[in-house]
């Protein structure tokens, strides 16, 4: 039986290459996709999301356009990383396919809820700053409750990236981050983080791209490719991460990757550190009797380590049978 998923994205390069493996992989039933403003602007995410869905031929899946801006900060963007189109600057046509007319948060809630009254819990995977997921804790409290699971892309125990300390998506919009935690606590949603200490392990090869492109001209083959070329030359290496992909593969193949059960935080307000996630790897009890600020609440699986190569072939193995 497939699992019922929404994926909240700021597609992006990684975001593209995790639309890929769940829009096509038969174990993932992907009932929506939610967008918001992060690697590159809100009109741009949404058009990318829209044309990887259309080349993996599920213009069925509604796509909703959520909020632009953080709840808190200016935004900023990762074109640097992404292209100036942010999904690599491969020339696509534009998508001839439209989003829903409702907004993120809605079309969020209302999938929630019909999966739940369906008694198919609905897994949210944010791969984006958690802005739409904290608007849905703070105006559907109920609908966010009825959630079954959240495994995000963001934050890291030793790893960061945006700054010295902080993940680029928990950066973004930590205020988001932190509110979604805390919510997740009060209503027992079970929550996964795959931050960066997993995030750059599973990866293509040039060759590898070189054998994709070869399968067709204008499909997902020749899209993973192009995306996975594009990532290799930014970064000059040989090879790329799928990134956010592994957030979904992870649900396909769970042994795959190896978690732990610690408290985590969002730093707020430190000069140097805001947007870092605070993960408590402690093992004494007796360290938390002299530390004022006691345990964190929201109890969190997170991603320590990774088959990276395992990961890899799993996405690189559906592509290649979807332009079969």
Same mark, same amino acid.
């Given at each position: 039986?497939?699992?019922?998923?929404?994926?909240?994205?700021?597609?992006?390069?990684?975001?593209?290459?995790?639309?890929? #493996?769940? *829009?096509?992989?038969?174990?993932?039933?992907?009932?929506?996709?939610?967008?918001?403003?992060?690697?590159?602007?809100?009109?741009?995410?949404?058009?990318?999301?829209?044309?990887?869905?259309?080349?993996?031929?599920?213009?069925?899946?509604?796509?909703?356009?959520?909020?632009?801006?953080?709840? &808190?900060?200016?935004?900023?963007?990762?074109?640097?990383?992404?292209?100036?189109?942010?999904?690599?600057?491969?020339?696509?046509?534009?998508?001839?396919?439209?989003?829903?007319?409702?907004? *993120?948060?809605?079309?969020?809630?209302?999938?929630?809820?019909?999966?739940?009254?369906?008694?198919?819990?609905?897994?949210?995977?944010?791969?984006?700053?958690?802005?739409?997921?904290?608007?849905?804790?703070?105006?559907?409290?109920?609908?966010?409750?009825?959630?079954?699971?959240?495994?995000?892309?963001?934050?890291?125990?030793?790893?960061?990236? *945006?700054?010295?300390?902080?993940?680029?998506?928990?950066?973004?919009?930590?205020?988001?981050?932190?509110?979604?935690?805390?919510?997740? *606590?009060?209503?027992?949603?079970?929550?996964?983080?795959?931050?960066?200490?997993?995030?750059?392990?599973?990866?293509?090869?040039?060759?590898?791209?070189?054998? #994709?492109?070869?399968?067709?001209?204008?499909?997902?083959?020749? &899209?993973?490719?192009? #995306?996975?070329?594009?990532?290799?030359?930014?970064?000059?290496?040989?090879?790329?991460?799928?990134?956010?992909?592994?957030?979904?593969?992870?649900?396909?193949?769970?042994?795959?990757?190896?978690?732990?059960?610690?408290?985590?935080?969002?730093?707020?307000?430190?000069?140097?550190?805001?947007?870092?996630?605070?993960?408590?790897?402690?093992?004494?009890?007796?360290?938390?009797?002299?530390?004022?600020?006691?345990?964190?609440?929201?109890?969190?699986?997170?991603? #320590?380590?990774?088959?990276?190569?395992?990961?890899?072939?799993?996405? &690189?193995?559906?592509?290649?049978?979807?332009?079969?």
């Amino acid at each position: 039986m497939s699992l019922p998923v929404l994926l909240d994205v700021d597609t992006g390069v990684d975001d593209a290459c995790a639309l890929l #493996l769940a *829009a096509l992989h038969p174990g993932i039933d992907l009932r929506a996709v939610t967008c918001v403003g992060g690697n590159a602007p809100l009109p741009d995410v949404v058009r990318n999301t829209l044309t990887v869905l259309e080349v993996c031929g599920r213009a069925d899946v509604p796509v909703g356009a959520g909020a632009s801006h953080p709840l &808190l900060e200016r935004p900023v963007d990762a074109r640097h990383v992404h292209g100036d189109d942010g999904m690599a600057d491969l020339g696509w046509a534009p998508p001839t396919s439209k989003p829903d007319q409702r907004h *993120a948060v809605d079309l969020l809630r209302q999938t929630v809820d019909e999966a739940h009254a369906h008694g198919t819990p609905l897994t949210v995977v944010p791969l984006a700053p958690m802005t739409n997921i904290a608007l849905l804790a703070r105006m559907y409290p109920e609908s966010f409750a009825r959630i079954g699971r959240i495994v995000f892309m963001g934050g890291g125990a030793m790893v960061s990236n *945006a700054t010295a300390a902080a993940e680029f998506n928990v950066f973004h919009d930590p205020e988001a981050t932190a509110v979604v935690l805390d919510a997740s *606590a009060d209503h027992g949603v079970p929550v996964t983080m795959y931050g960066l200490d997993v995030f750059y392990e599973p990866r293509i090869t040039l060759s590898q791209c070189d054998e #994709l492109a070869a399968l067709d001209e204008r499909g997902p083959a020749a &899209l993973a490719a192009g #995306l996975m070329r594009f990532m290799s030359h930014r970064f000059e290496s040989d090879s790329a991460t799928i990134g956010d992909a592994g957030a979904v593969a992870i649900l396909l193949d769970p042994d795959a990757v190896q978690t732990q059960r610690l408290p985590v935080r969002v730093e707020l307000s430190g000069t140097w550190t805001r947007g870092r996630t605070i993960v408590d790897t402690r093992d004494w009890s007796g360290d938390m009797d002299h530390d004022p600020h006691g345990l964190a609440e929201a109890q969190v699986d997170v991603a #320590l380590e990774i088959d990276g190569p395992r990961v890899a072939a799993l996405w &690189l193995d559906t592509v290649t049978k979807a332009a079969g």
